[in-house]
């Protein structure tokens, strides 16, 4: 069982800052396939960006490309989200999610964008 625990959001103003953290339990981190999601209200959850397990490989979704960053410190437990340049449509809630012999999802961290 892995349990994840996020921080980090809040209300930003559009072109603001924040950076979402998220740790997980367990010793097998270094395993542990990692990434953000995010759910608007109305709207599905989708992926935002995804760390791998082994060579650090990453991936983001087009529409955070060049402005989000996602990372991980083993020595910590835990993997972030560096968000630049927020815009009104980032508002959502961030699930930090880990796939090892299993799905888990974190509770949630509200985001919100607006002046």
């Known amino acids: 069982q892995v349990q994840l625990v996020e921080s980090g959001g809040g209300l930003v103003q559009p072109g603001g800052s924040l950076r979402l953290s998220c740790v997980a339990s367990?010793?097998?981190?270094?395993?542990?396939?990692m990434s953000w999601y995010r759910q608007a209200p109305g709207k599905e959850r989708e992926l935002v960006a995804a760390i791998s397990n082994t060579d650090g490989m990453t991936n983001y979704d087009d529409s955070v490309k060049g402005r989000f960053t996602i990372s991980r410190d083993t020595a910590k437990n835990t993997v972030y989200l560096q968000m630049n340049s927020l815009k009104p449509e980032d508002t959502a809630v961030y699930y930090c999610?880990?796939?090892?012999?299993?799905?888990?999802w974190g509770q949630g961290t509200q985001v919100t964008v607006s002046s």
């Open positions: 999610k880990a796939v090892w012999s299993g799905v888990y």
């Open positions: 367990g010793r097998m981190f270094t395993r542990y396939i």
